[in-house]
């Protein structure tokens, strides 16, 4: 009998349910709002990095000036989901992480800072979430 647990372990785990993320639409462009899109269509954060706006997202607003970038944008997640969100992304871009740093003055402010690599290339990426809208900040 003692033989039969891990293989009854085994077979409960694999029957239970799997919980999928929510699949949230694309993001889309709020009125008025200028986007910069890549070749599929999708709006990019950041041209540079490569960085498209997360699923369900909507950009409120959008700046350039060289290499910097600033969009204000709300989404249906939370600082802490959004924040693996955007890790992932720009790993997957082939950027790392070498710094994180977070401020989080709970229930009115999160913020946090990344410093990225990739190659000899180095940005500073800036994620804060205020009053139920996140803005995201790039400066080389």
Same mark, same amino acid.
């Given at each position: 009998?003692?033989?039969? $647990?891990?293989? +009854? /372990?085994?077979? +409960?785990?694999?029957?239970?349910?799997? %919980?999928?993320?929510?699949?949230?639409? *694309?993001?889309?462009?709020?009125?008025? &709002?200028?986007?910069?899109?890549?070749?599929?269509?999708?709006?990019?954060?950041?041209?540079?990095?490569?960085?498209?706006?997360?699923?369900?997202? !909507?950009?409120?607003?959008?700046?350039?000036?060289?290499?910097?970038?600033?969009?204000?944008?709300?989404?249906?997640?939370?600082?802490?989901?959004?924040?693996? $969100?955007?890790?992932?992304?720009?790993?997957? +871009?082939? $950027?790392?992480? %070498?710094?994180?740093?977070?401020?989080?003055?709970?229930?009115? /402010?999160?913020?946090?800072?990344? &410093?990225?690599?990739?190659?000899?290339?180095?940005?500073? &990426?800036?994620? &804060?979430?205020?009053?139920? %809208?996140?803005?995201?900040? %790039? !400066? *080389?």
């Amino acid at each position: 009998m003692r033989r039969l $647990w891990p293989a +009854l /372990l085994l077979f +409960l785990a694999a029957c239970a349910p799997r %919980v999928q993320p929510p699949a949230y639409p *694309p993001a889309q462009a709020g009125p008025g &709002v200028l986007v910069v899109r890549n070749a599929e269509g999708a709006i990019l954060l950041n041209g540079e990095l490569g960085l498209a706006a997360p699923p369900g997202s !909507t950009l409120l607003f959008q700046r350039y000036r060289g290499a910097r970038s600033q969009s204000r944008f709300t989404a249906p997640q939370a600082f802490d989901r959004m924040l693996l $969100w955007l890790r992932q992304a720009l790993k997957e +871009l082939g $950027w790392r992480v %070498v710094r994180l740093e977070l401020l989080e003055e709970p229930p009115r /402010l999160f913020q946090a800072r990344l &410093v990225l690599k990739k190659g000899d290339d180095r940005r500073s &990426v800036r994620l &804060v979430y205020r009053s139920g %809208v996140y803005t995201l900040e %790039v !400066t *080389p």
